[in-house]
């Protein structure tokens, strides 16, 4: 497995790492990590991912929260339960997990297209 690209992920973002290895662990597809730190105040940026079921989706929000658990930190908010779409709120950091139905339709990549996209990979 392919280590962690720690020189593109800034330190103050450490959390995002342990959000993207909950994901993996639980084999997410299609993760992407957008930095929203230059186009809004409000927030440092957003994870996406995609659960292929709905036992797979209450399983990546399981996993999430309790690997952020795991350093001290709660969700300010969740935005659940849904069967297509699963929003966990960090603060700076918003964690979406989509059917592959609601990724497409909603298209946050796309109307974030202006994001840099962070190449956080997860560590072995």
Same mark, same amino acid.
């Given at each position: 497995?392919?280590?962690?690209? $720690?020189? $593109? ?6 959390? %995002?790492?342990? /959000? ?10 299609? %993760?992407? %990590?957008?930095?929203?730190?230059? !186009? ?7 994870? /996406?991912? $995609? ?9 990546l929000e399981d996993a999430v929260k309790e690997r952020m658990k795991e350093h001290g930190q709660r969700p300010r908010g969740i935005e659940a339960p849904s069967t297509r779409w699963v929003l966990l709120d960090y603060g700076g950091i918003? %964690?979406? /997990? ?9 298209? !946050? ?8 996209? !962070? ?6």
């Amino acid at each position: 497995m392919t280590q962690p690209a $720690t020189d $593109t992920l800034p330190e103050h973002l450490q959390a %995002v790492q342990w /959000i993207v290895d909950a994901l993996d662990d639980k084999r997410a597809e299609d %993760v992407r %990590v957008l930095d929203l730190s230059e !186009l809004t105040a409000s927030l440092d940026c957003f994870v /996406i991912a $995609t659960a292929t079921s709905q036992p797979q989706l209450q399983a990546l929000e399981d996993a999430v929260k309790e690997r952020m658990k795991e350093h001290g930190q709660r969700p300010r908010g969740i935005e659940a339960p849904s069967t297509r779409w699963v929003l966990l709120d960090y603060g700076g950091i918003v %964690v979406h /997990i989509m059917s592959p139905e609601a990724r497409e339709f909603y298209d !946050l990549e796309g109307l974030w297209a202006d994001a840099k996209a !962070l190449d956080v990979q997860p560590t072995a």
